[in-house]
C-alpha cells in the first residue's frame, strides 16, 4: 500500500510541503521585494523554472523562493546570472557533500565505538 503524499487528507497540509507551488508570481515577488520581471527572466533563462497552472500562470514554491533568494543576492553581488547559477549549484553540492562527510563519520564512530567496547 502507497502512503499518501503531504497534505493529501488535508489540502491545507500541502502548505507545508516545500515544494508545493503554493504562490503566484505577484505573491512570490513582493514576498522576495523584487519585479515580476526578474521571476520572468530566471524562468527564460531556465535557472529557476516555476511550476504552471492549468491557465499557464506561473506558481512558486517555497524552495523556488529560497533560490531565487540566492540568486538575486548573488546578482547583487555582482555575479551574472549564468556564474551564479553556476555557484549555485556548487553551494548545493558543497552542502551535499559536508552531509554525507558527517553522516559517514557519525558511522564511523558508531563503529568505533561499538569495536572498542567489545576489547575490554
Known amino acids: 500500500m502507497t502512503r499518501p503524499g503531504p497534505g493529501a487528507g488535508d489540502p491545507v497540509g500541502r502548505l507545508d510541503d516545500p515544494d508545493y507551488p503554493a ?57 551574472t546570472l549564468a556564474s551564479a547559477g553556476v555557484i549555485l549549484g556548487l553551494q548545493d553540492q558543497l552542502a551535499d557533500a559536508r552531509a554525507d562527510t558527517e553522516r559517514l563519520q557519525a558511522t564511523v564512530d558508531r563503529l568505533q565505538t561499538g569495536e572498542d567496547g567489545g576489547d575490554g
Open 23 to 79: 504562490l503566484t508570481m505577484s505573491q512570490a515577488a513582493a514576498l522576495l521585494g523584487v519585479q515580476a520581471a526578474f521571476l520572468r527572466s530566471l524562468d527564460i533563462a531556465g535557472v529557476l523554472q516555476p511550476h504552471r497552472s492549468p491557465g499557464g500562470h506561473r506558481r512558486y514554491s517555497r524552495h523556488q523562493l529560497t533560490l531565487a533568494a540566492r540568486l538575486r543576492q548573488l546578482l547583487d553581488d555582482g555575479h
